[in-house]
C-alpha cells in the first residue's frame, strides 16, 4: 500500500534535529487526517507524525501542527458526532489539569480510537538510540493526555515502561519521562 510506505518512510524524520524537517513530516500527517479519503484506516500510523510536534521546542512548528490537529479534531468530531455524542467525552472544565488547555472532543476521539500505536511507543522507549528514547517518551505524553482514562487497563504496561524510563542514563530522557 503506497500510503504505508509513504509514512514508514517519513516516520524517522519526525525525529530530525532541523525544525523545517519536522514541521514538514508533521504537515504531511495533518493533511492525511485532513484529506485524504482513506485515513480511518491509518489513524495509529499517522496519529505519530503530528502527535511528536505537539511539544517541539520550536514555537513555530508546535503553534502551526497544533492548529492542525485542532482542525483534524473538529473534522473528527463532525463526520462521527452522534457516535462520539454517545460516548463519555465531555468537554467539562477539569480543575488540577496538566495541561493549559484540554485537547478537544474529536482529538480525544481520535487517539483513542487508535491506542493500537501505544505498544509500539512502549517498545521504542527501550530503543537502544537516545532520540528514539527521547521523541516516544514525548509522544507517549500526548497519548496519555489524550486518552485520559480509557488507559487504565494498560497501566501497568505503561508505568513499567516509564519507570525504567525515568532512570535512563541520557538526562533529556530522564527528564522527559518524570
Not at 534535529?17 to 479519503?37: D, P, T, W
Not at 528514547?133 to 505503561?158: C, G, N, P
Request: hydrophobic share 40%; proline share 3%.
Amino acid at each position: 500500500d503506497m500510503i504505508k510506505r509513504i509514512i514508514k518512510e517519513i516516520s524517522p524524520l519526525v525525529m530530525d534535529s532541523i525544525a523545517g524537517v519536522r514541521r514538514e513530516c508533521s504537515r504531511a500527517g495533518c493533511l492525511f487526517l485532513l484529506k485524504m479519503r482513506d485515513r480511518y484506516s491509518h489513524f495509529e500510523r499517522i496519529l505519530p507524525l503530528v502527535l511528536c510536534c505537539l511539544t517541539d521546542e520550536i514555537d513555530e512548528v508546535r503553534d502551526e501542527i497544533t492548529k492542525s490537529w485542532e482542525a483534524a479534531g473538529e473534522l473528527y468530531f463532525e463526520e462521527n458526532q452522534t457516535e462520539l455524542q454517545n460516548l463519555n467525552l465531555f468537554d467539562d472544565f477539569l480543575e488540577n489539569y496538566p495541561m493549559e488547555k484540554r485537547p478537544s472532543v474529536g482529538c480525544r476521539a481520535l487517539v483513542r480510537k487508535s491506542l493500537q500505536v501505544l505498544n509500539s511507543v512502549l517498545h521504542e522507549m527501550e530503543d537502544w538510540k537516545e532520540d528514539v528514547r527521547l521523541h516516544s517518551t514525548k509522544l507517549l505524553m500526548q497519548i496519555v493526555i489524550h486518552s485520559e482514562d480509557h488507559l487504565s487497563t494498560k497501566y501497568y504496561d505503561i508505568n513499567a515502561v516509564l519507570c525504567k524510563t525515568c532512570q535512563d542514563a541520557d538526562p533529556a530522557v530522564a527528564k522527559q519521562a518524570l
